[in-house]
């Protein structure tokens, strides 16, 4: 007797997204707000710190995700694509809300063309070693676009081409952000916990 | 291994969106949908019906006088 074992398996995005703009079936996307929605959400509360806004910031991206899914090129995977949605109508979110923010420019690093790859492994380690309450509280202090790069890098672990793309920048230009954003979370260590 | 000890890993919020987001967003994207569908119906396609119905009108054989479709002089 032979038993045949019939795997059902699901779906892949880019299937989904295929059969969503043949069909327009919103039930589809239904399957795609169950596979991303909650990511979407705790990645808008890790950028604007408040559930409220956070909910209806997931609201807006989902629905301009749907809406925008025939843009989506399949260049990058479906999930950079949300992200980069993601981040960018956190960060406007961000700047109507504080309407204007000073951004720190620092001219030492003007120069700087290529980081080195010890240096960030270095100063890798640095951040990694701090204590998990203190990385919270010190990311706030931090600028939108800084907090943005730090969580695509490390909580998100998207590979620096990934993150150009997100960014809309050239490789050298995300890992010199990269740089200034990890010094600077350093530098807010440094002042409040090492100097106190 | 750096991620291993990564902190950035252990400040990712525990929280969930509510059971009925799911319903808001998909009956945004329904109302979104149709409305395109109204616009897409009185703008493009408007326009190509009126562009069929003018070129079969100007075609048929039955039209007495293919010069009424003319503009004046």
Redesign the interface.
């Known amino acids: 007797m032979s038993v045949t074992k019939k795997t059902t398996k699901s779906p892949s995005d880019k299937e989904l997204i295929t059969q969503i703009l043949a069909t327009?079936d919103?039930?589809l996307?239904?399957i795609l707000?169950?596979r991303y929605?909650?990511k979407i959400?705790?990645k808008c509360?890790?950028m604007v710190k408040n559930?409220e806004d956070a909910?209806d910031l997931?609201?807006d991206i989902?629905?301009k995700a749907?809406?925008n899914i025939a843009r989506f090129a399949g260049n990058s995977s479906f999930s950079t694509w949300l992200y980069a949605i993601t981040y960018n109508q956190c960060i406007d979110f961000l700047r109507q809300r504080q309407k204007k923010r000073t951004i720190e420019f620092d001219s030492a690093y003007e120069n700087i063309d290529q980081v080195d790859d010890e240096e960030t492994?270095i100063a890798?380690?640095k951040?990694?070693?701090?204590?998990?309450e203190r990385?919270?509280e010190l990311?706030y202090l931090l600028s939108n676009e800084d907090r943005a790069i730090?969580?695509m890098k490390?909580?998100d672990?998207m590979s620096v081409d990934d993150i150009r793309q997100v960014l809309n920048l050239n490789i050298s230009a995300v890992k010199m952000r990269l740089k200034r954003a990890r010094d600077r979370l350093r530098k807010h260590y440094h002042r409040i916990y090492v100097k106190s | 291994m750096l991620s291993n000890n990564n902190p950035f890993k252990r400040i990712v919020p525990a929280e969930d969106l509510p059971e009925s987001h799911k319903k808001q967003v998909l009956d945004t994207v329904d109302t979104a949908k149709f409305l395109l569908e109204i616009a897409n119906l009185f703008t493009l396609q408007q326009a190509e019906t009126n562009v069929n119905l003018l070129s079969t009108l100007i075609d048929s054989p039955n039209t007495t006088n293919k010069d009424d479709f003319k503009r004046p002089q």
């Not at chain 1, 951040?127 to 998990?132: C, G, I, N, R, W």
């Open positions: 327009g919103t039930t996307f239904g707000y169950d929605a909650n959400y705790r509360i890790s559930t909910q997931s609201h989902l629905v749907f809406l492994v890798e380690k951040l990694f070693d701090m204590e998990v990385l919270q990311m730090l969580l490390y909580q672990e």
